[in-house]
């Protein structure tokens, strides 16, 4: 994936993961995930049929994220 930013995105992504000892790549992975995991608590968490659907075993390997 590529993602084009504008230059003091870029700057603010670049100063964070270095305070966090991380890789670029590393911290927006980490960021993706969190908000992720934010949007489908708030998604699931709300609809008891959705919550249904997606705990199967089918998709249980997201659960890995």
Request: glycine share 6%; aromatic share 6%.
């Amino acid at each position: 994936m590529t993602l084009d930013v504008e230059p003091e995105l870029h700057r603010r992504v670049k100063m964070m993961a270095a305070r966090r000892g991380l890789s670029m790549r590393d911290f927006c992975v980490g960021a993706i995930k969190d908000r992720l995991a934010f949007e489908l608590g708030k998604t699931i968490g709300s609809d008891p049929v959705l919550e249904e659907l997606w705990d199967n075993e089918d998709d249980a390997i997201f659960d890995e994220l």
